[in-house]
């Protein structure tokens, strides 16, 4: 498992073989005397360390764990080991190379052992360090943890608790957030660039992009390599980048694919820190493709270098100091104030002139390519604290570690908004399931519109649409509800825009009597004071800016579009200027305003002034989709952020054995006294049953329960047992018999043979709903909501977040349904037990995140009464979790900045743990792949 340390020098940490041994002796061997008397506190021989390196790797066998902290071609850099102690306790010793020392692998070594200790049961760890060892003591005082530090005869005993606090998971958080700014920033603002492969010809891109950089300022040194020229655009050339006589901060290589790794270990010499990969020929070719990028890769990592791309167009910074534009892109990149990532080189050429037609303008700009290093998540890092910066967009195509890229995101977003353009809507992407709620959820793109809205990132469904919300949010405050105001001259796109808004959300409300009043004083004959305002045709400019100003301080009012069609005799220079002074005159308001100009001659410039920007469009329905998702982050801003539910009551020790003796069995779909069991561990409890393998027995369990029972048949394959017959409801008890034999007639004659029945005493009645959860091969459990029954699919109405949930974001989930109005009381009915249900979706969200190998599971229906709820029915299929390093990574359950995963996730279990499960609690210290 890969991390990347504050200076961008990336390591690996996994859990040590009986294979290492020879490694280990050879990294003890390599240390200084005074680190391995720091470490075994004397004199050591080699005779000793041999045997030490001996028993450290088999150290898994004996209830500790060992690790190995990697660079390069896994040559050992570090060690740290703990071992059991007594009942919770535990001895941890550290060893870090000295080269490697001061640049926070020390750090991520103890976080890695403390992990691995929580998870096998320790709760305080022990370390010793002699006196004089003040770089180690500082190591375990800066992480974090509540270290306490007492004397002992000739040396100091750390002890600090094996559970992350939160002040660990800051430091953590802090440290890889700023180890991804700072390697992003080595990009933007480079002292020199040499450009490898730069050519004299024009129309190529080796031509271009060296053209580009000198042509657009940059403010340091560029330097043309080319073995073929002494000359490139008359710049004098040099053979390779070794050539070069001073430093190179960033290369941008522009050779074949077969020349790239050579290139790479010439910038490897050189000691150049950061490349820009352009060349194509690598993953997105396969084959050989894959290859070569994980070779260049591994060649990158070793010597500390970082990468954007390969297959990429190159990156722009704007800033004057700078003037960076490393890309072949035929226009200029006009100056602005949104950051832009694309995966694809060629709609981010068209991007920045799109960008720049439009007046918006670009701060920095990044073409990701096959993202074999720096990703979306490095990017957002960085465009957090950038002060240039106010909006965000990204084209995404893919996601390398979709729950990393939410967590960051929903802290980055809080900040500024983020836009984004996810392609791949189309059916290609269903997932063939066979539960309800696999069927409702089956389509990935449900899942990553999930993870957009629990992130707070907007999300739109086209690139013109995403520039009309950068439009908005890169010069108006974020609405703070959805009530829309709309001024026109014209009635009908004042109606237009009214339909528009209500479509995607918005309200178009009654406005207050005083503003009516108002707007009625000084309108003519014919005019509408209502909501549209509509003031006729004849309306001036001055009565533009006093409208706008009359309805943006009505208390009813969050927006206000403003729509002008020019008639014959006003000017739509003039109109501009006045709802200009008009939103001018609102801004202690904080409510944006939106203007709509109807005319073929373009948006009149005047709406930019030097203080002020008005978004513009040419049709109201662009502006209120715009606004729709600029109320919806509005809302996302002002909702409380809570950290998930956790239930300490919850016995997932309990469901932990039910689950892996399923699989042991290979089991797939469970019975129902093993759902029950897994159920009830999470205090969930299913309604009073029994389970019969006889119709005699059913008949003896419907006597037991003294009441209507609902007869469920169970048969391999079976699994909707409605539509098969195999479900009877409200059954007497003394019927039973006879109802459990038709059963088994009725069933036999459609090919299935009963293996037994499920008796269950009989619900009251109560508004059907479903909660279920289906495991994201990429996105981990995603939870499911809604209308549930035997009609669940067809009616549709569910509502879907990724697991676990916060009470808040639980309930905002429920709002969202149709059904909403069944659960407050409708047409008469009581409110049902809205808490319960509630707690329903906490509890099952707790449970799909502690218990992975959960991969579908249904409780359909959830009956939700007056008080209380019942599950009346629930099924859960179990599977292995994938041993690959694409497992999901585990999001956090105590705070959503947090670097450490659920304490209940399955980091080391000594050295047997798979290298892809290693410490899922440092997953934001971790893992390149991209987000």
Known sequence: MDFILRDGAAVGIRPTTSDDAAALLDFFRARSPESLHSRFFGVVGDAFLQEESVRLTRMGTEGGVSLLATAGDDDVIGHASYHPSGHDRAEADFLVAESWQGRGLGTLLVGAIADAAAENGVRRIQAAVLPANHRMLQVFLDSGYEARVRPEPGRLVVEFPADGTPGARERFEEREWLAAATAVEGFFRPRSVAVIGASRRH???????????????????????????????????????????????????????????????????????????????????????????????????????????????????????????????????????????????????????????????????????????????????????DPSVDVILLYLESFGNPRKFSRIARRVGRRKPIVAVKSGRSPAGLRATSSHTGALISASDTTVDALFRHAGVIRTDTMEEMFDVASVLAHQPPPRGPRVAIVTNAGGPGILCADACAAEGLEVPSLTPPTVDALREMLPSGASPQNPVDMIASA????????????????????????????????????????????????????????????????????????????????????????????????????????????????????????ARALAEEKGWLDAGEVATILESYGLPVLEQRWCATAEEVEEAAMAIGAPVALKGAATGLVHKTEAGAVALGVEPADARQAATGMVERLRAEGHEIEGFLVQRMAKEGVEMIVGVVHDEHFGPVLACGAGGTLVELLGDVVVRIAPLSEDEARAMLRELRTWPALTGYRGTPPGDVDALVEVVLRVGVMADDL????????????????????????????????????????????????????????????????????????????????
Request: hydrophobic letters at 40%; proline letters at 9%.
């Open 203 to 385: 129309r190529t891109i080796g031509g271009e992009l060296f053209r580009n950089l000198l042509r657009y300022g940059f403010t340091g040194s560029v330097f043309p390599v080319n073995p073929s020229a002494s000359s490139v655009q008359g710049v004098f050339a040099y053979p390779t980048v070794e050539d070069i006589p001073v430093d190179v901060d960033l290369a941008v290589i522009v050779v074949p694919a077969s020349a790239v790794l050579e290139v790479v270990e010439q910038c490897s010499r050189k000691g150049v820190r950061r490349l820009v990969v352009i060349s194509a020929g690598f993953s997105e070719v396969g084959g050989e493709g894959v290859d070569l990028q994980r070779t260049l890769l591994q060649r990158c990592r070793a010597a500390g270098m970082r990468v954007i791309g390969p297959n990429c167009m190159g990156i722009v910074n704007t800033d004057e100091a700078w003037r960076l534009n490393a890309t072949f892109a035929p226009t200029e990149p006009e100056r602005g104030r949104l950051a832009f990532m694309s995966q694809s080189g060629a709609l981010g050429l068209a991007i920045m002139d799109y960008a720049g037609r439009l007046g918006l303008g670009l701060s920095t700009f990044v073409s990701v390519g096959n993202k074999a290093d720096i990703s979306g998540n490095d990017l957002l890092r960085y465009w957090a604290d």
């Open 852 to 931: 992975p190998e959960i991969r579908e599971l249904d409780l359909n229906p959830v009956l939700v009464h007056e008080q209380g709820i019942s599950l009346v029915d629930a099924r859960i299929r179990v599977e292995h979790q994938p041993r690959t390093g694409e497992r999901p990574p585990r999001p956090s359950t105590s705070s959503d900045q947090s670097p450490f995963g659920s304490p209940n996730a399955s980091p080391l279990r000594g050295s047997r743990m798979p290298v892809d499960q290693l410490s899922p609690a440092l997953d934001d210290a971790r893992d390149r792949r991209p987000g």
């Open 540 to 659: 001036s400019p001055a009565d533009f800016r006093r409208a706008v100003e009359i309805v943006g301080r009505d208390p009813q009012v969050d927006a206000v579009i403003a729509i002008f069609v020019p008639p014959v005799v006003t000017r739509s220079e003039d109109v501009a200027r006045s709802i200009v002074e008009a939103a001018r005159a609102l801004r202690d308001e904080a409510k944006p305003v939106l203007t709509v100009f109807m005319q073929s001659r373009g948006l009149p410039p005047d709406l930019s002034a030097d203080d002020l920007r008005l978004p513009a469009f040419t049709f109201p329905e662009s502006a209120a989709i715009a606004l729709a998702r600029a109320a919806h982050y509005g809302a996302w801003l002002a909702r409380p952020h809570t950290p998930p539910a956790r239930f300490p009551d919850a016995r997932r020790g309990q469901a932990a054995s039910v689950v």
